[in-house]
């Protein structure tokens, strides 16, 4: 597919210096290439400000990289009483299946019932309702026992009663900051990867800010008017003000879709504390997640997970689905990622911390973090208010308005939730949405490629090993690499997929 009507988009990483701008301050400049700062980026530059993002690694190499890629109300938040949460999320859900139809895509969610446990199929309805109330559509159903063993004959079948079924969506994480930070650069910002701030200082025109790239070590200072901390995890780092921040692990597993043939995301309650988990189709396999747990590892190493965690997440399918006796070895790889929570500071358990974001101001920088992917628009949008951008009734109207859509430009690119899984009986479809990513997405290291943009790391057996002969000519083609370059780029891939995505 021709990306030649596209006008410019990230494409390769400018050099350091081009960032300053001879003494003229930037109007804003955005700390963390997540969802959250890519969210700001483009509201910042939606509204003619002249705007930075940078992000110490790769974009979307934090957390969300790492979620359930679910875009959702979350239905144990309304659950748990978190209506108004619920609300807007369902909102923005409705609003990204419409605008994104090739990356947010509507999905059957089905909550078995069981004989005996909570909850049952009457408050499941009378929930259902009101979530599906919030989003303004009306998609649930009850499945009856035979139609839902036909579907999942694993299913133990005792004390099986039938199922909730309603929808809820998915996406690709990765290529939604992408899309996002895409829109951005289309509105007129700019993103540079691999830099980091080092530091934030108070000066005459608002903020003087030390960056340094992560790859060749130097240093720059640039002054901003605004400063936006969108670090999630690391928010308080930056934020010059007390922690607010409780950094939580939660584990996916991938496992091949033939070994846990899925059609629909399976909601089962853990059998040892009663936490959802999700059985789920993502890109050609299946993913199980998560786990919630306080992350006492450093925040800039690879979040692993422990063998703890995989025999939680291996108890929930084999409680539920004992014949299909999962083990070890049926996984291709684990995915951990670090959740950023707003404390309660009452040490509760993991599980029950509240998810919403925060917006918090100190010393000029404006700090925001927590909430969902799914609400990166509102968490945008409240931080732009809070640091002044924008007044109260503009935020209003933006966050409220129906009509107001959040991607304008078309971006014409071969992916959308395409996945090499696909993509490899298809040779000639996966070159092409190769050599777009590397033309388009400033792509730094293979693992930015192999990891986050096309998913091989996690989804392919062998981490995508059998396409490198195919990637080397066209790293070398469109991003310089020569074979010096392009070894020191696999050993480190390789380096990452052992450490962080395989099992020992
Ligand atoms: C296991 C799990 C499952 C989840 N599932 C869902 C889900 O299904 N649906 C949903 O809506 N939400 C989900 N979430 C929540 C969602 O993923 C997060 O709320 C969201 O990704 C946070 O985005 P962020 O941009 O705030 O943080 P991040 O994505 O972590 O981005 C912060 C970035 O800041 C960078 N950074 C840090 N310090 C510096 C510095 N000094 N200089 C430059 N850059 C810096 C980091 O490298 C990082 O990339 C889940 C979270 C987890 C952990």
Known sequence: MSDASTPALLGQRPALQTLSTNSAPWDAI?????????????????????VLLVEQKDYSWGTSSRSSKMVHGGLRYIAQGEVALTRHALQERERL???????????????????????????MTIVLKLYDALAGIRDHRWMSRGELLQAYPDLYAEGLRGAMRYTDALTDDCRLVMRVLQEAVLEGAKARNYTEVMGIQPSATGSTLTLRDTDTGAVIELQAKQVFNATG??????????????????????VSKLRLP?????????????????IFPWKGQTCIGTTDLDHKGGLNQEPHCTQAEIDYLLTVVNSEMPSIRLTRQDILSTMAGVRPIISSGKGNDPSKERRDHLVWQAHGVTSVSGGKLTTFRQIALDALK????????????????????????????????NSPVEGMAQGAALKDQIEWILRNEMVEHLDDLMLRRLRAGVLLADA????????????????????ARWKVECLRYRHVIAQSYRLG
């Open 262 to 278: 899925m059609r629909d995301c399976l909601t089962i309650k853990h059998p040892t504390d009663g936490r959802p988990v999700f």
């Open 30 to 50: 955005v700390i963390g290439g997540g969802i959250t700062g890519a969210g700001i980026l483009l509201e910042c530059a939606r509204r003619g400000l002249k």
């Open 97 to 123: 299946l419409t605008e994104l139809p090739d990356l947010v895509v509507r999905m059957p969610y089905i909550f078995p019932i069981r004989q005996g446990r909570f909850p049952g199929r009457l408050p």
């Open 464 to 483: 995508g090993e059998s396409l490198l002969n195919e990637i080397e000519p066209l790293c070398q083609l469109h991003l310089g690499w020569d074979s």
């Open 233 to 254: 995890s690391w928010a308080d780092r930056l934020s010059g003000a007390p922690a607010v921040v409780r950094p939580q692990r939660g584990t996916h597993l991938f």
């Open 386 to 417: 809070t640091a002044s951008v924008i007044g109260k009734t503009r935020h209003r109207h933006a966050l409220m308005s129906r009509k107001k859509r959040c991607f304008n430009h078309t971006v014409i690119s071969p992916h959308g939730l």
